[in-house]
Each structure stands twice: as structure tokens, then as C-alpha cells.
């Protein structure tokens, strides 16, 4: 499975991102969705989660009502709205895949990632 993540940039804080991230090889609806972000010299985070069909989604809390995961099995491919945008959201943010989605808020509980995405947010 590769992943291809895009749409980060430059926002000011109030703002709004779409982050993609599109999956080829193996069955997309299979797979359970994360994102995850990485600021610098902090360790990479969980930010949210979506089920193989698109009917369960988690988040973290810090993000709970400013950002929403959505799928398209489609298009194989996985979305991120980010609203309300803040400096502290300022980080690389990466797409993962998971066989699992109970309790998988971890790095190690997904096995194929994306390269990445750099949203800033300036104040």
C-alpha cells in the first residue's frame, strides 16, 4: 500500500485545510484511516481515525469540532477539514493505515504511512 498525502500550506490562524491523501495497492475500504501530526522536535501524535466504511470516526481531543475525517472508497482516498485553525496546529502531518480500528490511537497500530503533508498556521 502506498499513500500520497496533500493540500498542507501556509493558513493564518481562523483558517481553514483540506488535507488528501490518496492510497494505491490493496482494498482501500479494508483498511482503517488515521492521521497523525509531527511538530518540530515533538513526537508524531494521533489526531483521528475513520473506520473501512466511513461510519466510525475519533478524534483527539484537541482537535474535536475543528476537524473532521471523511473517505471516499471510491476515489481510495482519505480527507482531513481542518477549521479554526491555530499555531499549535502547525506540524507535518502524515496518513496511516491500520487492520484494526479498536483502540488504534497509536504509531505502532499503523503499518503503511504517507510522506506527509507541512500545514503552518501563522498567528
Known amino acids: 500500500v502506498q499513500l500520497q498525502a496533500s493540500g498542507g500550506g501556509l493558513v493564518q490562524a481562523g483558517g481553514s485545510l483540506r488535507l488528501s491523501c490518496v492510497a494505491s495497492?490493496?482494498?482501500?475500504?479494508?483498511?482503517?484511516l488515521g492521521w497523525f501530526r509531527q511538530a518540530s522536535g515533538k513526537e508524531r501524535e494521533f489526531i483521528a481515525k475513520?473506520?473501512?466504511?466511513?461510519?466510525?470516526?475519533y478524534y483527539t481531543d484537541s482537535v474535536k469540532g475543528r476537524f473532521t475525517i471523511s473517505r471516499d472508497n471510491a476515489k481510495n482516498t482519505v480527507y482531513l477539514q481542518m477549521n479554526s485553525l491555530r499555531p499549535e496546529d502547525t506540524a507535518v502531518y502524515y496518513c496511516?493505515?491500520?487492520?484494526?480500528?479498536?483502540?488504534?490511537?497509536?504509531?505502532?497500530?499503523?503499518?503503511?504511512w504517507g510522506q506527509g503533508t507541512q500545514v503552518t498556521v501563522s498567528s
Open positions: 475513520i473506520d473501512g466504511r466511513g461510519m466510525s470516526t
Open positions: 495497492g490493496g482494498t482501500f475500504s479494508s483498511y482503517v
Open positions: 496511516a493505515t491500520s487492520r484494526v480500528y479498536s483502540g488504534a490511537i497509536y504509531v505502532g497500530d499503523y503499518n503503511y
